[in-house]
Nanobody
């Protein structure tokens, strides 16, 4: 079992910055992709950014150029640096991890979510 603990959300003004962190712990064997999703009321959860164990990234078009995803494999932690925040970035942000056991069994885990509110 893998547990995810997120931190770094909060209230920020338009144009400001925030950095989200998500640390994985528990029975970790191999973490494949780590990512961030976000969700607003009445809408589906959407991918914000993902990063493979080798460092390849996938960034949503709506945040490209403003958000950066990175990870520290030694700490099993993924970060989301959010700059030039807009009101439409307001959402609950969820950490997501794709994990493989030593038997090759894959599982997807979610964090509890952290609120990001961008005020104008």
């Amino acid at each position: 079992q893998v547990q995810l603990v997120e931190s770094g959300g909060g209230l920020v003004q338009v144009g400001g910055s925030l950095r989200l962190s998500c640390a994985a712990s528990g029975s970790i064997n191999r973490i494949n992709v780590m990512g961030w999703y976000r969700q607003t009321p009445g809408k589906q959860r959407e991918l914000v950014a993902g990063i493979t164990s080798g460092g390849s990234t996938n960034i949503a078009g709506s945040v490209k150029g403003r958000f950066t995803i990175s990870r520290d494999n030694a700490k099993n932690t993924v970060y989301l640096q959010m700059n030039s925040l807009k009101a439409e970035d307001t959402a609950v942000y969820y950490c997501n991890v794709d994990h493989s056991t030593w038997l090759g069994i894959r599982g997807v885990y979610w964090g509890q979510g952290t609120q990001v509110t961008v005020s104008s």
